[in-house]
């Protein structure tokens, strides 16, 4: 009876061993697809605020050309007007005339609101690559780090590079915004 509980103990000892390290591995790389992930979400959350800017700023575009030519409009009806009438007669003509000189254009409301959207978005943009940046330097952290750097690079995982702003102009930019 003796001489099988030595065999037996050291094979329970080896298994617990094994067991221990497929699920430290395990533990390891489920630590590195959450991180991974998070990036991945970091990343998307910066493309997702940039394609709205892009579209903010073709809206405001389109926005400063209707309200440019509604003011325009405007003026040029309070001109005619004018001329049509000749000379300013009587008080309330001239208080009239004041009055048009300088109306009160509520178009441009849409302007300022798209410009308080673009200015929220630009602040959100820097918001979130800030945030990926930081999911970036955790998971390098991470991937890095003694033993986990030889599990990890055993199963692909690799030092991510941080993305560094690109100020060149993307090819869909608006261009000929008030022709």
């Given amino acids: 009876m003796n001489k099988w509980k030595l065999p037996l103990i050291i094979g329970i000892g080896v298994i617990a061993v094994i067991l221990l390290c497929v699920f430290g591995v395990q533990s390891t790389q489920n630590k590195a697809i959450a ?13 997702v605020q940039e394609k709205r800017r892009v579209d903010l700023v073709y809206n405001l575009a389109d926005c400063v050309k209707q309200y440019d030519k509604h003011e325009a409009d405007t003026l040029t009806a309070i001109a005619e007007g004018r001329g049509s009438t000749g000379d300013i007669e ?5 208080i009239t005339a004041v009055s048009e000189a300088y109306p009160e254009l509520k178009s441009n409301e849409n302007y300022k609101q798209l410009m308080n ?22 998971y390098n952290r991470y991937v890095r780090k003694f033993p986990t750097r030889m599990f990890l690079n055993m199963l692909g995982y690799e030092v991510m590079d941080y993305q560094y702003l690109d100020y060149n102009a993307p090819v869909d930019a608006p261009q000929n915004l008030f022709d």
Wanted: charged letters at 30%.
């Fill in 90 to 94: 009587n008080v309330t003509t001239a």
């Fill in 117 to 138: 959207e673009l200015a929220m978005t630009e602040n959100l943009i820097a918001e979130y690559r800030i945030n990926y940046n930081k999911q970036i330097k955790e």
């Fill in 35 to 47: 991180l991974e992930e998070q990036v991945n979400t970091a990343q998307s959350d910066i493309k």
